[in-house]
Every structure is written in C-alpha cells, then in structure tokens.
C-alpha cells in the first residue's frame, strides 16, 4: 500500500517551454501532498505544500507564478514549471500523506528536469 | 540553517561491520522518519518513531528516537553492500506536516 506514482519520470525541454508533472496517490486519499526538489548530492527542499481545493503555500525563496500547482483531487496534484530555464533543471519529487492526522509521506519516484 | 544536523555527511565501512547515524536538532519533534534514497529514485520509507525513547528493530536496523524528541540515530548490523545508499532523516511538527529534511549521510558498504 501507500504508493505514490509520479508521470514523467524523465523530461528535457527547451529553454522557455513548460513542463508539467503529475502526482498521483495510487491506493490511498492524500489530503495533502509536497513537493521537493533535490540538486545532486543534496538533500530535499520543500517548495510548497498542496491541499485538495485550495491554494498551494509556497516556501519562502520559491516563486508561486514559475512553479504553478494544482491539486484538484484527492489523489493528484500536478506541478508545472512555466518557462524553464537551464537553472530549473533538478530533481523534482512530491509526496503525499494520508489523511486522518497521519504524519508519514510516502514519496513519488522524482521526475529528472533538464532544460537546455 | 537546518533544522535537523545529520551525521556523518559521508560513511565508508567493510561489509560486515556496524555503522551508526545520527540525527540531532534543537527542535521538539511529533515524529521522526527515516529515509533510504538510490540514485534517480524517490526517498523509501524505512520507519517513523513517534514516542519519545521508542526503539524500533527493522531486521538489522534499529532506530532510536530520543527521550526529548529532538534526536534520533539509525543503527545498521553487520551491514551488507546492499545497505549503500543515502540515508535522511526528516521530522515532523504537528502544527503543519512539514517535514525538515536533515543533510543526509552517503553510505557505502564495500564486499
């Protein structure tokens, strides 16, 4: 159980396009899922935090109109960077967490961004 | 900053032999979680403690979480080269479900 899928895995794109990412909840309701992203030999760090019908919240540093999200279902939330540059390309992973109170987030497989 | 100190950033053992990594914060935590991550993949999920003082095996992983609630370690027995991979930390507050990654320790387990 708690499988998270993410769609695409891997993506490279032009300098200026838009690239959107899918996260989806596979046999649970994530009332909540995040989204990281990770450069090489580092750790995550949180951009935003995604509840079901409402607005994401953003970490300090990371820009809401670049990196748009949108969780319109209890089991997919989808990140779109808009005009990629070559410094957008990362790693970028969501997790979703359970709903009724629970603290654990199971984590999507990440999707590798490269943007030329 | 971060909020969780993660240690050692790096660790390079024979198979066989024990390691131990450690998780410190000045931050009062509800729970604390435990990551494995390989290359181009996801973190998995290897525990979540929340009880202050709990001890959870995992065949041969223990986990601690701390009396305090602020720190944790990851102890591995007789580690084998399926083991290597990066380790993270990350704890949750309850007010808001966020959790604050520590820096993560590269482990590498040589035959």
């Known amino acids: 159980g708690a499988v998270v899928s993410q769609h695409p895995s891997r993506v490279i794109c032009k300098s200026g396009t838009s690239v959107k990412i899918e996260c989806r909840s596979l046999?649970?309701?994530?009332?909540?899922m995040f989204w990281y992203r990770q450069f090489p030999k580092q750790s995550l760090m949180l951009m935003a935090t995604?509840?079901?019908?409402?607005?994401?919240?953003?970490e300090q540093g990371v820009e809401k109109d670049k990196f748009l999200i949108n969780h319109a279902s209890l089991t997919l939330s989808t990140l779109t960077v808009t005009s990629a540059h070559p410094e957008d390309s990362s790693f970028y992973i969501c997790s979703a967490r359970e709903g009724a109170g629970g603290e654990t987030q199971y984590f999507g497989p990440g999707t590798r961004l490269l943007v030329l | 900053t971060q909020l969780l100190e993660q240690s050692p950033q790096f660790l390079s053992i024979q198979e066989g032999e024990n390691l131990t990594v450690y998780c410190n914060s000045s931050?009062?935590?509800?729970?604390l979680q435990w990551y494995r991550q390989e290359p181009g993949e996801g973190p998995v999920l290897l525990v979540t403690v929340v009880t202050g003082g709990e001890v959870k095996k995992l065949k041969r992983l223990t986990f601690q979480f701390g009396d305090a609630r602020k720190d944790s370690s990851l102890h591995i027995t007789a580690a084998q080269p399926g083991d290597t991979g990066l380790y993270l930390c990350a704890g949750a507050r309850s007010n808001d479900y966020k959790l604050s990654f520590g820096a993560g320790t590269t482990v590498t387990v040589r035959a």
């Open positions: 995604s509840n079901e019908g409402s607005k994401a919240t953003y």
């Open positions: 046999d649970f309701q994530a009332t909540t």
């Open positions: 931050s009062v935590f509800s729970s």
